[in-house]
């Protein structure tokens, strides 16, 4: 049986959501853009915009 291609879309996903749940919490204690992205593997324009919807949240 040939692996389906769903499967490894799926594990992706949920693994990019884990690393923005944790790049929201070293966000929220003040750990520096560069050090999270080089701990996550998202990029730095993910860990910003991260870091504004927080702001923007914050705001409301």
Known sequence: MSESTVYPSIWREAEEER??????????????????????GLSIEEVQQLQQQLNESSQN
């Open 19 to 40: 690393n923005r749940a944790i790049a929201i919490n070293l966000l929220l204690r003040g750990v520096a853009i560069n050090i999270i992205a080089l701990s996550t």
